[in-house]
């Protein structure tokens, strides 16, 4: 906790310096990007050591018991994950354990089952080629530049506060264009999240086995999902596909940790390690509602909808509608920034999704979840080993070297998420 609490507080200092001293108001790519990036790493490394040296292991949650560092990284070790050239400038975050896994050459290994129900670990006897994921990405990075550079400029943010627009364009127009003008503003951070992907693939890091297909995956360290954020029905299924590795940084430094209310907790986190700026505590803080009763509807009347297919049809699509406008709603004071256009835009929407949304919350129940009980992503791992299993094979393997523990693990991991 002190090394998340000094590595967040250096990194607000940062914040508060770019943004009240040098460029307030402007999104540029100084220190304070690779300042994010390695508090991410950082925290996580922290708790990371704190799981797997100082906790006892039936106290820790799945995803705490695969990701736990059970011996005190080198220096070289800390410093090469920290700074390494793959992951400096846009990440994406990953754990320590998948990056030593990648540098010890250990990535490449595979766990298949048998016939007979038993697993056998198979070693590749070569090392799978990236080209076609790179080349994709690629080409994914070029299109979104390309949209960045053409469309997005014609369809300003921006244009939702300006006072001829708001006084003449009808509200299905107004919210339309809120829509287009939020999705214009993505692709650049398609562009950005995609290209950092690229690179690490590019360098052999990222490879996550291979399909029931035995085509390769590259997309262990992925940070979007494209087609699931357009195409999201839920505020939930935005969120998993969007800055995926931060959101999964969060999960694990914040909400399975937290000990009152996670959702509100892991939503401030968020704004202060994005920076200083009020429009982003305005976005996160209206995330909250946004988050909690989506999550209420979701719970008490999606059931009546799924029986029938035709009826789950347009049950997705008004969801569909619904979601692309709460979010748009949600991150335009991410875009304005300053208190003032953010203010500007609720009010001349009156706050419609803000009291919407408390409504919601007073009518319908919200049911509470267990933290760390739902199965997170594609890549979160998940484990079908019992508790007794696991402890047998840490006892048989630590008193010799750590390496051996974590690389069988490592394997489970990777194969059970592959499964999944």
Same mark, same amino acid.
């Given at each position: ?10 990194? $607000?200092?940062?914040?508060? $310096? ?5 460029? +307030?108001?402007?999104? %540029?790519?100084? #220190? ?6 390695? $508090?991410? =790493? ?13 906790? =006892? ?31 400096? &400038? ?27 129900? =038993? ?11 990236? /080209? ?20 997005? =400029? ?10 001829? #627009? ?12 809120? +829509? ?51 195409? %999201?029905?839920?505020?939930?299924? #935005? ?18 940790? @937290?000990? #009152? ?18 429009? +982003? ?14 999550? @209420? ?8 909808? *799924?029986?029938?297919?035709?009826? !789950? *049809?347009?049950?997705?699509?008004? $969801? ?5 406008? @709460? ?8 875009? &304005?920034?300053? *208190? ?15 009291? @919407? ?9 919200? !049911?509470?979840?267990? !933290?760390?009980? !739902? ?15 696991? /402890? ?6 630590? %008193? ?21």
């Amino acid at each position: 906790r002190y090394c998340f609490v000094f590595a967040l507080g250096y990194l $607000t200092v940062c914040q508060i $310096t770019r943004v009240y001293i040098f460029d +307030y108001g402007q999104y %540029s790519a100084d #220190f304070s990007g690779p300042m994010m990036i390695i $508090t991410q =790493k950082i925290t996580s490394l922290a708790f990371e050591i704190h799981d797997g040296m100082f906790r =006892k292991n039936e106290d820790l949650t799945p995803s705490q018991r695969c990701l736990a560092v059970r011996r005190m990284p080198s220096l070289l070790e800390y410093l090469s994950y920290n700074c390494n050239f793959m992951g400096i &400038l846009a990440g994406p975050l990953c754990s320590y354990k998948d990056y030593i896994t990648f540098i010890e050459g250990r990535s490449y290994q595979l766990q298949q089952s048998e016939a007979n129900g =038993k697993e056998d670990t198979k070693y590749e006897q070569t090392d799978p080629s990236p /080209n076609i994921a790179v080349a994709q990405k690629l080409l994914i990075c070029g299109l979104s530049l390309l949209f960045h550079m053409t469309i997005t =400029k014609t369809l300003p943010v921006e244009y939702n506060i300006d006072d001829h #627009f708001r006084a003449t364009a009808s509200w299905p127009v107004r919210f339309f264009y809120l +829509y287009v003008s939020l999705m214009a503003a993505r692709p650049k951070y398609y562009f950005a999240w995609t290209l950092a992907d690229a690179i690490n693939n590019a360098a052999g890091f990222g490879f996550r086995g291979y399909d029931k297909n035995g085509v390769t995956r590259w997309d262990l360290i992925s940070n979007l999902r494209i087609q699931q954020i357009e195409f %999201s029905t839920s505020f939930k299924m #935005f969120l998993d596909n969007w800055n995926i590795q931060t959101a999964l940084w969060l999960k694990r430094v914040c909400y399975e940790r @937290a000990t #009152f209310s996670p959702t509100i907790q892991t939503f401030i986190l968020s704004a202060i390690w994005h920076g200083v700026y009020p429009g +982003y505590y305005l976005t996160f803080l209206t995330g909250v509602l946004m988050t909690l009763a989506a999550r @209420a509807i979701r719970n008490n009347i999606r059931h009546y909808f *799924v029986e029938s297919p035709a009826v !789950k *049809v347009c049950y997705d699509i008004m $969801t569909w509608m619904a979601t692309q406008v @709460a979010i748009s709603y949600t991150v335009v004071p991410f875009v &304005l920034l300053s *208190v003032k256009p953010s203010f500007t835009f609720y009010s001349s929407c009156y706050f419609c999704l803000h009291i @919407a949304s408390i409504l919601v919350l007073l009518v319908f129940p919200l !049911k509470r979840t267990q !933290k760390g009980s !739902k199965k997170h992503e594609t890549i979160q791992p998940v484990w079908s080993k019992t508790l007794e299993e696991e /402890n047998l094979l840490q006892k048989n393997s630590y %008193s010799t070297t750590n390496n051996s523990f974590s690389q069988k693990q490592e394997i489970t991991c990777r194969y059970q998420a592959l499964k999944q």
